[in-house]
């Protein structure tokens, strides 16, 4: 087990979820928990318009839920911090950045995270618990120029200078997920917390900042997941966790991938990883499912609906940060 604590006091705090909606529920839902929603996202198909009060991702739906919802117990509150708008609600902040690829992408990466930054340093009661990466076109050019590479070069260098470092000034990641996108810029959304978070590894996985250079210059930075603990419940929110084992890729068919994913969720969240604060699959929830090959959705579903209830999923098309992964989960254990 690893954790890195960031210690605060306790606060009062609310539970989060993230709701998967279809067209034809969305309206009943927004108006359901009208005041309560951190993050209204609608993963858009090509050519799809963006429904009013809803946030755009280029990521394509699968199936017929191409909505979520990250709804909260208690009230939202908004505010602008440098040029971006905040979202408050008990102890939880949201936000997004976005901008537009430069010439480099190491450059655009940098300048998303050096404005994140920005504006974090409003709110020094608050801790990082949560990072989404969107990266269009992630895999696209060769080597060191793979964007996703580049990515990681940008990211590090703001986060470095700018961002939470330990004692040896390196950076302190929270859980993070960095998935493509067929089109759009490059956003960052960022949740945060006043609560104690501990950021943790996985063992059957070798910490993402020690891979070796095969898989990059500069390292992904993230931990493989963040739990928030309040006095009321503890919430792990999960990284996007695939079928890797150390550092390495394992199993070119996604029956055997998913497979593989699942029994890292479930080091991941086991008594062996987390001691007393364990979970189980039956609590995880608040799911992502991103799939490479829409042919592949069949096999996916097969494999986590063993675990988790279905109206928990929310299945989404594009590239994963490497070739040969097929599959990717996210969500909230609690």
């Known amino acids: 087990m690893t954790l890195q604590p960031v210690h605060c006091a306790s606060l009062n705090a609310t539970r989060l979820r993230a709701i998967p909606a279809r067209d034809t529920d969305l309206e009943i839902l927004l108006a359901l928990h009208e005041g309560h929603i951190l993050r209204p996202t609608q993963f858009l198909a090509p050519g799809t318009p963006v429904r009013p009060g809803m946030e755009?991702?280029?990521?394509?739906?699968?199936?017929?839920?191409?909505?979520?919802?990250?709804?909260?117990?208690?009230?939202?509150?908004?505010?602008?911090?440098?040029?971006?708008?905040?979202?408050?609600?008990?102890?939880?902040?949201?936000?997004?950045?976005?901008?537009?690829?430069?010439?480099?992408?190491?450059?655009?990466?940098?300048?998303?995270?050096?404005?994140?930054?920005?504006?974090?340093?409003?709110?020094?009661?608050?801790?990082?618990?949560?990072?989404?990466?969107?990266?269009?076109?992630?895999?696209?050019?060769?080597?060191?120029?793979?964007?996703?590479?580049?990515?990681?070069?940008?990211?590090?260098?703001?986060?470095?200078?700018?961002?939470?470092?330990?004692?040896?000034?390196?950076?302190?990641?929270?859980?993070?997920?960095?998935?493509?996108?067929?089109?759009?810029?490059?956003?960052?959304?960022?949740?945060?917390?006043?609560?104690?978070?501990?950021?943790?590894?996985?063992?059957?996985?070798?910490?993402?900042?020690?891979?070796?250079?095969?898989?990059?210059?500069?390292?992904?930075?993230?931990?493989?997941?963040?739990?928030?603990?309040?006095?009321?419940?503890?919430?792990?929110?999960?990284?996007?966790?695939?079928?890797i084992v150390g550092e390495e890729t394992r199993h070119d068919r996604m029956r055997d991938q998913s497979e593989e994913t699942l029994r890292n969720l479930r080091a991941l969240l086991s008594r062996e990883n987390l001691g007393d604060t364990a979970f189980d699959l039956g609590r995880f929830h608040s799911v992502r499912a991103y799939v490479k090959h829409p042919e592949d959705l069949p096999e996916a579903q097969r494999a986590l609906e063993r675990h988790i209830p279905p109206e928990h999923i929310i299945y989404l098309w594009d590239d994963i940060c490497r070739p040969g992964l097929l599959l990717e989960v996210e969500g909230i254990a609690a």
């Open 56 to 243: 755009p991702v280029h990521i394509a739906p699968l199936g017929d839920r191409h909505h979520e919802l990250l709804v909260t117990d208690t009230p939202v509150r908004s505010d602008h911090l440098e040029g971006v708008e905040v979202r408050f609600a008990a102890d939880l902040c949201y936000f997004e950045v976005q901008r537009d690829d430069a010439a480099d992408f190491a450059t655009t990466a940098e300048a998303v995270y050096a404005h994140v930054f920005r504006v974090t340093r409003h709110l020094p009661d608050h801790r990082l618990l949560r990072l989404w990466n969107y990266l269009p076109s992630i895999l696209r050019g060769d080597d060191e120029e793979e964007r996703y590479r580049r990515f990681n070069v940008g990211r590090f260098a703001a986060w470095s200078q700018l961002g939470p470092c330990d004692a040896h000034g390196d950076p302190i990641y929270p859980a993070a997920t960095a998935i493509g996108a067929y089109g759009g810029p490059l956003i960052v959304q960022v949740l945060l917390t006043r609560q104690t978070v501990d950021h943790v590894q996985n063992y059957r996985q070798r910490p993402p900042m020690a891979y070796s250079s095969k898989y990059g210059h500069r390292a992904p930075g993230f931990a493989r997941g963040t739990l928030r603990r309040a006095d009321r419940f503890i919430e792990l929110l999960v990284s996007g966790t695939a079928s």
